[in-house]
């Protein structure tokens, strides 16, 4: 018999200045399949503060090149970048669900989204315009345009990780920034890939730099080193607001996107199938693990029964399981701590008085002894002061909320701290568009699901699910860019200042 060779375990890498390297911080994690703990999907070493500074120093040489070549060149990059990820979605796909836990076809279904964003902003760099205004003295030519900051930070969670790297990179790349993309360390080996990508398209070395490691270390060097113009952040309210205060110690343009509650509102009149799909897609989709996630259902108390009834059934024949299983319709939790804090909320809405429904326990036996898997959750008769009706749980549990009418729906709909999306169910107008009106969120869908977008619509919340620009389309430009206002006087003579 031949001796037998164990296969290498990967190690994920950073990239810096167009060079592939280990991080050499002697700290590293194994990261794991989160839906069956025997596959070990790699070794992740954490890089050193040095490191940080070299891709920020490398960023900063390469700046003046990639500002001077023309947003039009720079956007043919993207488009190779989108041609790319279009040919390799599978193996795209089949790295992400293993790493991160989603099913096949969500993973699948993000990195669709992350090829629209690609496809969209490749043409936004023949459109990064400015506007001529007109000037109050004559022969004056009045102006602005937009150029971009130097070097940028995209700092990512681990829920979405190809999507938002993506929806961070491309218009930070296309409006003459460099990049200092730091990943979520648990996909470090998605992120890897997603950076493959842009470096195959041609991004020239030092444009795009990959740092794998802690916020505390590398994330502290993106925020304290003065070459770091602007700080683009998703992820925990806990993380954001402080990232955002220290950034307005030095004036550091800062974008955080954060946690959000989000609600379904299912009036009298709504259509019951719709809004019953549409909520179990919601709140169980990517096992709850977005920040549009349904987490709450506000329902009117005449066909609350109902609903819940019919929510319930449907929930029960949803398939948990490996999400690289076909017919799977839900995975697991990403992690071994984010599956506690599921289990603990799980726990608190038992105290707290509301009804479980179904739902509400750890699933064990069988290949389930392998994965952080909870079976989806729904509790009723939640009261809006709860904590499961206020604070964002990240998992597969969804609150029922009764109200009497419609007023109430929308006061209970506002009454979190968060506000990144909402959804109203009805046949009325007039309803539709009041709470559209009054709904305190930066995201409204009428008789669709709380989760989804557009990738030429902008993105964000109110309130503490946002600060800073929004993201995503037209105005995702205008983070990325300085205006700056000309004006040209050609009349070759001296005139007379005014002070404004």
């Not at 102006?143 to 190809?162: M, S």
Request: hydrophobic share 40%; with cysteine.
């Amino acid at each position: 018999m031949g001796i037998m060779v164990e296969p290498a375990v990967a190690r994920a890498r950073n990239f810096i200045n167009g060079r592939w390297s280990e991080p050499s911080g002697g700290h590293s994690i194994e990261r794991r399949n989160p839906a069956n703990h025997d596959d070990l999907v790699g070794v992740v070493p954490s890089a050193t503060r040095e490191e940080a500074q070299a891709a920020v120093a490398a960023a900063a040489a390469a700046f003046p090149a990639w500002r001077d070549t023309p947003a039009p060149i720079r956007g043919r990059v993207i488009a190779r970048a989108t041609e790319i990820m279009t040919r390799r979605t599978e193996e795209l796909a089949r790295v992400l669900t293993r790493e991160e836990g989603k099913t096949l076809t969500e993973s699948r279904g993000e990195i669709q989204r992350s090829i629209n964003v690609l496809d969209y902003m490749a043409g936004e760099a023949r459109r990064i315009s400015g506007e001529t205004i007109p000037s109050e003295l004559p022969k004056n030519f009045a102006y602005t345009l937009k150029q971009p900051l130097g070097v940028v930070a995209c700092i990512t969670p681990w829920n979405f990780p190809v999507a938002i790297p993506v929806w961070k990179i491309a218009p930070a790349l296309i409006t003459g920034n460099t990049v200092i993309f730091k990943p979520a360390t648990i996909t470090a080996f998605t992120a890897m890939k997603v950076v493959e990508m842009f470096e195959e398209a041609g991004v020239p070395p030092g444009v795009l730099n990959l740092v794998i490691g802690s916020g505390s270390l590398v994330g502290d060097v993106l925020l304290s080193n003065s070459a770091v113009k602007a700080v683009s952040f998703t992820g925990s309210n806990e993380i954001g607001s402080a990232l955002y205060a220290q950034g307005a110690q030095r004036m550091q343009k800062m974008q955080c996107e954060m946690g959000g509650k989000n609600p379904v509102v299912v009036l009298e009149d709504a259509d019951m199938g719709l809004a019953v799909e549409s909520a179990l897609q919601g709140a169980f989709g990517s096992t709850g693990q977005r920040c549009t996630a349904t987490s709450r259902a506000i329902v009117v108390e005449s066909i609350a029964d109902e609903f819940v009834r019919r929510l319930a059934a449907r929930a029960a024949e949803l398939k948990v399981g490996d999400g690289s299983q076909e017919g799977v319709d839900m995975g697991p939790s990403v992690s071994d701590s984010q599956f506690k804090t599921v289990l603990e909320y799980l726990e608190i809405g038992r105290k707290e008085g509301a009804t479980l429904v179904c739902g509400g326990q750890q699933l064990a036996g069988g290949a389930y002894d392998k994965g952080f898997f909870a079976a989806p959750t729904i509790f009723d008769h939640v009261k809006p002061g709860m904590r499961i009706a206020q604070e964002e749980i990240f998992g597969p549990v969804l609150s029922i909320i009764r109200v009497k009418d419609f007023d109430e729906a929308v006061e209970v709909s506002n009454n979190v701290i968060y506000g990144l999306s909402s959804a109203i169910y009805t046949q009325n107008v007039a309803k539709v568009f009041d709470y559209i009106d009054r709904v305190e969120t930066g995201i409204v869908h009428v008789n669709s699901p709380t989760t989804g977008g557009e990738a030429q619509m902008p993105f964000g919340g109110m309130k503490a699910t946002g600060v800073g620009l929004r993201e995503q389309g037209r105005v995702a430009i205008d983070f990325f860019t300085e205006l700056k206002v000309v004006y040209v006087d050609y009349t070759g003579q001296k005139r007379e200042s005014k002070i404004y």
